[in-house]
């Protein structure tokens, strides 16, 4: 769930009262706004209009000559609730959790999995294996070299480097290219069969 955008030290969203029961929105200031535009994704933009032009929290609120409005997403009602949900101290433990994904996504992202550079469920399934492999063979390569104290003089697997360095090499060859992977320290890649 993305964050509530930033208004440059205005009232935001979350300062207004949403009722979609009634479709209504209060202000700070208690005025209650019942006109809105309905917008072609489905949602509302509810319109304060004049009634901005004589509050005293106006600087606080808009800088727009016509006032402020709000906009009201078609699933607000789900959004308030995922956002109720994270300031839990579930919710927070949830987020980590999730940071520790996005990382490893993106990893694959640097990878190349972006953009499917074959045509077919198949092969692109076997680029996305590819990658993960190729993410996983790094992770164990750092990781070694992290248990033998980060020294140059490391062997990994049974004192031989060469497995790990061949495979990455022929990866690379494949045009996976894998520029400063040395520096990532991050969890394997888990492989997902479907």
Known sequence: MPQEASRNDLYPKSAFEIDLE???????AG????VYRATETGGKTFVFGWVCRDCPLRALCTTSKTGRSVS?????????S??????TPEGRSRLRE?????????RLGQLGIGQARYVSRKKTKFQLMLACTLANLRWTWNWEADQAGGSENWA????SGRFLRTCC??????GWFVAGCGAVKAAPVALVAS
Do not use: D, S
């Open 169 to 174: 090499g022929l990866l690379e060859r494949f």
């Open 22 to 28: 009634h479709n209504t929105v209060t202000c700070p």
């Open 156 to 159: 990994p697997i049974g004192g």
């Open 72 to 80: 009201v997403h078609a699933q607000e009602a789900m959004l308030q």
């Open 98 to 106: 999730r940071v520790v994904i996005e990382h490893r996504l993106a």
């Open 82 to 87: 995922a956002r109720a949900y994270q300031k």
């Open 31 to 34: 005025e209650v706004a019942t």
